[in-house]
């Protein structure tokens, strides 16, 4: 079965800071990897997504994800967090064929002054 | 307009009661979702369909029924409510994996 990890709960970055949030999955075949925002009382946002080729894939909003397949992680990074990047971000994996997406648990992000 | 929207936005209800969330899309996907997003949990799916005439059970289904009534639209129902059903639950539909979310339905069960 497939699964993803968010090991942080909450993360609290200062404005202009560099961000990375964790990801780890396990899928026994190659996956399709995925990161969402959810921003405050709205619906859940693409940022970026990878499928294959080029491990390191970028995203809307300055985003981009690196994926390492001998650590199955996704991590999602950004080199300098805006205000408005809090949020709730949230890791997904599905697969060719199995058209059913898993989430992590989401990580919360604070941004402070 | 938005691509994907749900109806009603909030509500409140009562143990035992039964009740229906909406959801309709105009992107033309033949596939649609219905999750339930918990604090500390995450998404869980509940239900799934790739077309009209094909209804699946996700994670989570118990309590739940759905119904696919075009490609557009897919209703969720809580038949008989209970307070641990309190949630917010979101509506999506897929192209190639991508989901595409409505603004969800906040739903409180007394």
Redesign the interface.
């Known amino acids: 079965a497939q699964s993803v990890t968010q090991p942080d709960i909450h993360i609290t970055v200062s404005e202009g800071a560099s961000l990375e949030l964790r990801c780890n999955y396990s899928y026994g075949a190659t996956p399709y990897l995925f990161w969402y925002v959810q921003s405050p009382g709205q619906g859940l946002q693409l940022l970026l997504k990878y499928f294959s080729g080029d491990t390191l894939v970028q995203g809307i909003k300055g985003f981009e994800a690196e994926f390492k397949r001998s650590q199955s992680s996704f991590n999602l990074r950004k080199p300098s967090v805006h205000w408005s990047d809090a949020a709730e971000y949230f890791c997904a994996v599905g697969a060719r064929g199995n058209e059913k997406l898993t989430f992590g648990t989401g990580t919360r992000l604070t941004i402070i002054p | 307009d938005a691509d994907?929207t749900q109806t009603p936005r909030n509500r409140i209800t009562k143990t035992g009661k039964r009740i229906m969330l909406e959801c309709s899309q105009t992107k033309g996907h033949d596939?649609m979702?219905w999750?339930r997003q918990d604090p500390?949990?995450?998404?869980?799916?509940i239900y799934?369909s790739?077309d009209v005439k094909d209804i699946n059970k996700?994670e989570i289904s118990d309590g739940y029924s759905v119904s696919r009534q075009a490609q557009a639209k897919f209703s969720l129902s809580l038949e008989s409510a209970i307070p641990n059903q309190t949630a917010l639950y979101?509506c999506?539909t897929?192209d190639l994996?991508?989901?595409?979310?409505?603004?969800?339905t906040r739903l409180l069960v007394l």
């Open positions: 994907v596939r979702y999750y500390g949990l995450g998404l869980r799916l799934y790739f996700g979101f999506a897929s994996l991508i989901l595409y979310f409505g603004p969800g």
